[in-house]
């Protein structure tokens, strides 16, 4: 009696669980199809090449805010990437002390801090002292954001590398900051790529940090130092309006990051993946 | 001679600028507790303890208690992780035992990729696709059967408190369920085989071998979800409503702290309103800290 209710246990255990990871896919799909479904019909070449249409006005796209999106990543990969190497190269290398262990675990927990406090953080810094938002302190903020992850991949990838390589180039009698650069940064390269690009990935989607830095603005812009449209802000002004034609170019919007982060995070999976069967 | 002199000074420019950066973070981090504390002084000198306790926020009579963007953040973070806690289990379970190892890598990644997809699609995809289906058939179901309880009592409009954290619930399972398959990956497999080869079945192998054995990281990895929950803005924003009321219902409309900042921050006029929201800012991030910090903790204790 007591075998047959533990095996009944067991097997609507067992089939909860199933149940669980099936509904993970599931809204996965669910999620990905109704991006799919409601943002082809806004894809189309003026959405690439078009200013925005004021409201009622059908036509137009989101092309400054397409190149916003960019600027401001790309602004913030400058910042980021190389800081965040630096950092996580003294974590690697230098880290096992009160300096390598506060850094490490700041990382760590400002990788998940909400975003929305490093966009309030930058507002009192940067916009409110020079008056007005700007691009600029859009891309600080998501600077701020990859750092984190950025410095903790680095640290990883280089830890991966193993001692032979160190030993070798010391034994030729090269100083340590020339065994980093020429033997330990080449092979630690792709690993560290990899994860620049998961960063990128990840702040490309931000739309918090940005909503009360960079702003949104429907012109072109003439320089960093205005307020900038991004798509992801276009997308949170259009969905939260009552225009249908807006509604359609922010699942444009949608799907058009979505493809773009989740082929970045598939790809460097499958390059991730291969190297650690090796 | 004088080469190795070189070769010390380039080393020690090498450590210094690597030293410099990563001192460069930590700095960040302090920097942004010293600046949000001192703009959120004119807030906190008017109120004082009082801003936690009130739940009047009045732009207009210019009152601002925090009250229910708190209690907003953690209800809806509760939700979360009231489903959010068994299903990461039921995914672990399946991933680290059940599934056939062909199949584990590549569900372990669907599942990741859920926590890829930006959190203003979720939020977007709570408004118009789940808040429809709460609002015509889930809400009038649980109305229906549980609705004595004064949590599903009153009318459902789809977006609210329930709607907010189960999307949350969605949002925070691929962090929860991954952390919580590492952990179980990690567990000694003769352990496994000696409780197998008393008789357990695998339930009994999970509950007395695999969740006392990683205890440490599962509780770990539920805070690392409870504070991506607490500080989630976009995808709450668009689904909780963004009403000051604070109500029995799960149904019912109410508000989060990220959310209040994202709707209002723009918009704040005079110094103790823009104060009052850096300062609901701070006690977030504070918050956060914690619950990262204790994660952190945990999850490093597990890897010794």
């Known amino acids: 009696m007591i075998i047959r209710r533990r095996k009944l246990v067991n097997a609507s255990v067992l089939t909860v669980s199933c149940l669980a990871a099936f509904g993970g896919l599931f809204v996965l799909i669910w999620i990905l199809a109704d991006v799919v479904l409601k943002g082809a019909g806004a894809i189309n070449w003026s959405f690439f090449s078009q200013l925005p249409t004021p409201p009622g006005m059908s036509g137009g796209g989101l092309a400054n ?3 916003g999106t960019f600027l401001m990543t790309g602004t913030a990969v400058i910042i980021a990437v190389p800081f965040g190497i630096m950092a996580g190269t003294y974590l690697a290398e230098f880290g096992d002390n009160l300096l390598g262990r506060v850094a490490r675990f700041l990382s760590d927990i400002l990788v998940s801090a909400p975003s929305i406090v490093i966009g309030v953080f930058i507002y009192l810094v940067m916009v409110k002292t020079m008056g007005h938002f700007s691009g600029w302190a859009g891309a600080v903020s998501l600077a701020i ?44 390269g792709p690993g560290i790529g990899t994860g620049v690009m998961l960063a990128v990935a990840r702040v490309a989607g931000e739309t918090a940090p940005l909503l009360f830095t960079s702003l949104n603005s429907p012109y072109w812009m003439h320089s960093m130092n205005e307020p900038m449209a991004n798509l992801t802000v276009v997308m949170f002004n259009y969905a939260m309006s009552p225009y249908d034609d807006w509604h359609t170019k922010a699942w444009g919007a949608a799907l058009l990051i979505t493809s773009a982060v989740l082929i970045v995070n598939i790809f460097t999976r499958l390059i991730l993946g291969g190297k650690r069967r090796r | 001679m004088q080469d190795h002199n070189k070769t010390a000074l380039g080393d020690k420019i090498f450590k210094g600028s690597t030293a410099f950066f990563a001192a460069g973070i930590a700095v960040i ?14 807030s906190i000198k008017a109120f004082g303890l009082s801003f936690l306790t009130s739940m009047e926020w009045n732009p207009v009579t210019r009152k601002f208690g925090a009250l229910i963007p708190v209690a907003g953040t953690l209800i ?19 991933l680290a035992e ?33 808040s429809p289906v ?20 009153g009318h459902g409009m789809g977006i609210g408190m329930l709607t907010a954290g189960l999307v949350l619930t969605l949002m925070i399972i691929p962090f929860i369920s991954s952390v919580i398959r590492d952990v179980f990956l990690m567990v000694p497999q003769p352990l496994k085989e000696s409780a197998y080869g008393l008789g ?36 709450v924003t668009f689904v909780i409503g963004n009403s000051y009321h604070l109500s029995w219902s799960l149904f ?21 309103y823009m104060s009052s929201l850096v300062e609901l800012g701070l006690v977030l991030f504070l918050i956060t800290f914690v619950v990262l910090g204790l994660a952190q903790l945990w999850l490093r204790s597990k890897e010794v």
């Open chain 2, 134 to 153: 709460m609002a015509n058939y889930v809400q009038p179901w649980l109305k229906h059967w549980l609705g004595f309880i004064p949590l599903f009592s």
């Open chain 1, 65 to 67: 805010a397409i190149v």
């Open chain 2, 200 to 235: 357990c079945t695998n339930w009994e192998v999970v509950r007395d071998i695999m969740i006392p054995y990683g205890r440490k990281g599962i509780a770990g990895a539920v805070f690392l979800g409870m504070g991506r929950a607490l500080g989630e803005t976009m995808a």
């Open chain 2, 76 to 94: 809806s973070t509760f939700i979360a992780l009231f489903f959010a806690i068994p299903i990461s289990i039921g995914i672990a379970i399946f």
């Open chain 2, 252 to 272: 019912a409309p109410g508000n989060s702290i990220a959310s209040t900042l994202a709707n209002e921050f723009t918009e704040a006029d005079g110094q103790l």
């Open chain 1, 145 to 188: 954001i990859m750092l984190p992850v950025v410095s903790r991949t680095t640290e990883e990838m280089l830890k991966l590398i193993g001692p032979e390589m160190r030993e070798s180039a010391l034994a030729l009698g090269a100083p340590y900051w020339r065994m980093m650069s020429g033997v330990i940064f080449r092979a630690a």
């Open chain 2, 29 to 42: 981090f302090i920097a942004m507790i010293v600046v949000l504390w001192q703009q959120s002084q004119p």
């Open chain 2, 98 to 130: 059940l599934a056939p190892q062909w199949l584990r890598g590549p569900f372990g990644t669907a599942i990741e990729l859920l926590a890829a997809i930006p959190s203003i699609v979720y939020g977007m995809w709570g408004l118009f696709v789940l």
